[in-house]
């Protein structure tokens, strides 16, 4: 019994000073991913349809409260901002603080001091969560200067989603009355362009410098029917940005679980979760491979106030009920696995994921 309990507390010894040693190094490499509107009955259901999540991988869990700095409930622009710049601020504003005042990203800071970047999406890159990387206006919904400030201000190197009709003239079938071309604009800043499944299939990255791949005019299809998948993005984008020896950030999104959720369609909400964890999973073969990587996946908010009231573990199935077509105000998981991972765990607030990867950038 004796040699038991000391082994036991070596063991947890061993465990203790290994989440401690990876807090103090801090990765070359960070991915974060963020399930729009996942909450935890959105990731059990996804367990339950898929039996195995890569999900589970990740050891290092922690809980985030979500408000914005004027509402209980957030909306993602508000959510994503908190992660992007480490500061609350109002709904629907992107990229500022409470006070209206502009906010470095960490995606802006890690391209300012010579490192690769990317946004992975699964809807138009001005929408709100990945504007709030790349962008800094007071509303969401002003997507045409959005992707104004994408074309000509943002730095990322690659755009992996939709929205082409936010970066073209009516005229060219888009939605801007000014007349600007930002695709040309983009590609004068010597961005590659693809705008269809077949052209990111075949693309070779070595040959690409920058590269902005919009697969709809606005938004994608549900899961199944998007081409490419998320996955696929992901792993293109890693293979991109791998490339760069100073290492690289990566911000993915699997957007459309909050549109099922709003939908209240509990059957969709089954193959997004399925769709982001397969995105998940490709993310985390590449760090665990390079060892170098801090994969952390999380949520803007919970949608739909979703909970599992039956199903079958045998069938894969689940029976969903939902309080409401919004956002509620329930905190949301964060998982991370990598170096730096065990900062993630615990109780927390969603500004603590800006907070923590501004500290790992700097050097």
Partial sequence: MRRFRLLLLLFLLIFALNLYAQQLVKPKNIILMIGDGMGLAQISAGKTFKGQLNLEKMKVVGLLTTHSCDEYITDSAAGATAMSTGYKTKNVSIGIDCNGEKRETVLEYASKIGKSTG???????THATPAAFVAHVPNRNMQIEIAEQI?????????LGSGWGWFLPKSEGGRREDGQNLIEVMKKRGYTYISKPEEFYNLNIDKVNKLIGLF???????????????AEMVKKAIEFLSKDKDGFFL???????????HDNNSEQILKEMADFDDAIGVALDFAQKDGNTLVIV???HETGGY?????????????GKFVTKNHTGIMVPVFAFGPGAGAFAGFGDNTLIG????????K
């Fill in 119 to 125: 946004i992975v999406v699964v809807c138009a890159i």
């Fill in 251 to 261: 911000m993915v999104e699997g957007s459309q679980i909050d549109w099922a959720g």
């Fill in 355 to 362: 907070k923590i990867i501004f500290e790992y950038l700097k």
């Fill in 151 to 159: 074309a000509k201000e943002a730095n990322a190197d690659i755009y």
């Fill in 298 to 300: 999380t949520a803007d």
């Fill in 216 to 230: 709809a005019e606005n938004h994608p299809p549900y899961a199944p029917d998007r081409k490419p998948t998320l």
């Fill in 307 to 319: 909970a599992l009231v039956g199903g079958s573990v045998n069938d894969k199935k689940v029976e």
